[in-house]
Protein backbone atom coordinates (compact mmCIF):
# COMPACT_ATOMS: atom_id res chain seq x y z
CA UNK A 1 0.00 0.00 0.00
CA UNK A 2 1.21 3.11 -0.77
CA UNK A 3 0.94 5.53 1.90
CA UNK A 4 0.45 9.59 0.75
CA UNK A 5 1.50 12.57 3.27
CA UNK A 6 -1.88 14.34 4.04
CA UNK A 7 -1.64 18.28 5.74
CA UNK A 8 -2.63 17.63 9.29
CA UNK A 9 -3.40 21.21 9.24
CA UNK A 10 -4.69 21.85 5.87
CA UNK A 11 -7.10 18.91 6.93
CA UNK A 12 -8.05 20.35 10.25
CA UNK A 13 -8.93 23.57 8.62
CA UNK A 14 -11.19 21.83 6.33
CA UNK A 15 -12.85 20.12 8.94
CA UNK A 16 -13.39 23.04 10.82
CA UNK A 17 -14.89 25.55 7.79
CA UNK A 18 -17.74 23.29 7.12
CA UNK A 19 -15.97 21.05 3.75
CA UNK A 20 -18.45 18.15 3.42
CA UNK A 21 -17.43 14.82 4.02
CA UNK A 22 -17.72 13.63 0.06
CA UNK A 23 -15.65 16.85 -0.81
CA UNK A 24 -12.65 16.10 1.48
CA UNK A 25 -13.10 12.28 0.17
CA UNK A 26 -12.32 13.55 -3.09
CA UNK A 27 -9.48 16.18 -2.04
CA UNK A 28 -7.72 13.85 -0.38
CA UNK A 29 -8.60 11.10 -2.45
CA UNK A 30 -9.50 9.12 0.33
CA UNK A 31 -12.56 6.35 0.81
CA UNK A 32 -14.24 6.89 4.02
CA UNK A 33 -12.60 4.03 5.95
CA UNK A 34 -9.13 5.74 5.04
CA UNK A 35 -10.80 9.46 5.89
CA UNK A 36 -12.45 8.28 9.53
CA UNK A 37 -9.38 7.07 11.17
CA UNK A 38 -6.99 10.44 10.60
CA UNK A 39 -10.07 13.03 11.34
CA UNK A 40 -10.31 10.75 14.72
CA UNK A 41 -6.22 11.36 15.44
CA UNK A 42 -7.07 15.09 14.87
CA UNK A 43 -10.03 15.04 16.98
CA UNK A 44 -7.50 13.07 19.70
CA UNK A 45 -4.74 15.79 18.98
CA UNK A 46 -7.39 18.69 19.97
CA UNK A 47 -7.07 20.21 16.13
CA UNK A 48 -10.82 19.66 15.57
CA UNK A 49 -14.08 19.62 17.92
CA UNK A 50 -16.29 16.73 18.68
CA UNK A 51 -19.44 18.61 17.28
CA UNK A 52 -17.25 19.43 14.05
CA UNK A 53 -16.37 15.58 13.72
CA UNK A 54 -20.52 14.67 14.64
CA UNK A 55 -21.49 17.30 11.58
CA UNK A 56 -19.05 15.15 9.10
CA UNK A 57 -20.53 11.70 10.05
CA UNK A 58 -24.11 13.62 9.90
CA UNK A 59 -23.15 14.79 6.51
CA UNK A 60 -22.07 10.91 6.01
CA UNK A 61 -25.57 9.77 6.59
CA UNK A 62 -27.11 12.43 4.87
CA UNK A 63 -25.25 11.62 1.53
CA UNK A 64 -27.35 9.78 -1.37
CA UNK A 65 -25.54 6.86 -2.45
CA UNK A 66 -27.14 5.91 -5.81
CA UNK A 67 -30.13 3.71 -5.15
CA UNK A 68 -30.22 -0.08 -6.77
CA UNK A 69 -33.42 -2.18 -6.65
CA UNK A 70 -31.85 -4.80 -4.48
CA UNK A 71 -34.75 -7.59 -4.65
CA UNK A 72 -35.35 -8.33 -0.62
CA UNK A 73 -36.07 -12.23 0.62
CA UNK A 74 -38.68 -12.76 2.89
CA UNK A 75 -38.21 -12.56 6.48
CA UNK A 76 -38.74 -15.66 8.18
CA UNK A 77 -38.46 -16.88 11.77
CA UNK A 78 -35.59 -19.59 12.37
CA UNK A 79 -36.45 -23.26 12.93
CA UNK A 80 -35.47 -24.85 16.05
CA UNK A 81 -32.33 -26.56 15.92
CA UNK A 82 -32.99 -30.46 14.86
CA UNK A 83 -30.30 -32.04 16.75
CA UNK A 84 -28.12 -30.87 19.92
CA UNK A 85 -25.24 -29.43 19.83
CA UNK A 86 -22.23 -31.20 18.96
CA UNK A 87 -20.15 -32.92 22.05
CA UNK A 88 -17.03 -31.81 22.77
CA UNK A 89 -14.04 -33.79 21.01
CA UNK A 90 -12.11 -35.86 23.54
CA UNK A 91 -9.05 -33.91 22.81
CA UNK A 92 -11.01 -30.28 23.89
CA UNK A 93 -11.81 -32.04 27.40
CA UNK A 94 -9.48 -31.42 29.76
CA UNK A 95 -8.62 -35.21 31.76
CA UNK A 96 -9.79 -35.19 34.77
CA UNK A 97 -6.99 -35.74 37.82
CA UNK A 98 -6.09 -39.53 38.22
CA UNK A 99 -6.06 -40.50 41.84
CA UNK A 100 -2.77 -42.55 42.55
CA UNK A 101 -2.80 -45.77 43.44
CA UNK A 102 -2.58 -47.07 47.02
CA UNK A 103 0.69 -48.82 48.05
CA UNK A 104 0.64 -52.53 48.07
CA UNK A 105 3.67 -54.15 50.07
Do not use: C, F, N, W
Not at 77 to 97: A, K, M, N, W
Amino acid sequence: MIKRKISAKELARDVRSGMELSALMEKYQLSYDRLKPVVDKLLEMGAVKPEEVQRLAATKSAEKEPSVAVPQAPVTQPSPPSSPPPRPRERDTVPEPIAPLPHVP
